[in-house]
């Protein structure tokens, strides 16, 4: 499965994603012209990802990493919409697989989501 690992590792970083989500509400209420006052040039799904990864399919899960009081869990309702997530795991903690579409929640380190997936991932046969 592949994992796009969407590291906020300051509480900026998940302010800047806030901001975009309030940006685009701000441009869909007013419909002023795509670019007026700085909006988003990327709207949809569809677009955002393409911008992000070209010639690819939306990720089959995300992982948002922010530190604790960051506002994840607070915020979880507008991430999930902004990336077309179908479900949430907060508190992920890298030991249990994730369902294809789901929106992870988690302030551990990167190192230690990947010793935890390591750990539980089916021994490689050596050829």
């Known amino acids: 499965m592949s994992i796009t690992i969407l590291a ?9 994603i806030l901001n975009l989500i309030t ?29 992000i990864y070209p010639a690819k399919q939306p990720p089959e899960a995300v992982v948002i990493i922010a530190p604790a009081g960051a506002g994840k869990t607070r915020n979880q309702a507008a991430l999930k919409k902004m990336f077309g997530c179908t479900s949430i795991v907060d508190e992920w903690d890298g030991r249990s697989p994730l369902p294809p579409g789901a929106l992870a929640l988690t302030n551990a380190s990167i190192r230690q989501l990947a010793h935890n997936m ?9 050829a």
């Open 8 to 16: 906020a590792l300051a509480i900026a970083s998940l302010a800047l």
């Open 23 to 51: 940006t685009y509400r701000l441009w869909r209420d007013s419909q002023l012209p795509l670019g007026a006052a700085g909006t988003l040039t990327c709207l949809t799904q569809d677009q955002f990802f393409h911008k």
């Open 118 to 126: 390591d750990k539980s991932a089916p021994a490689r046969s050596r």
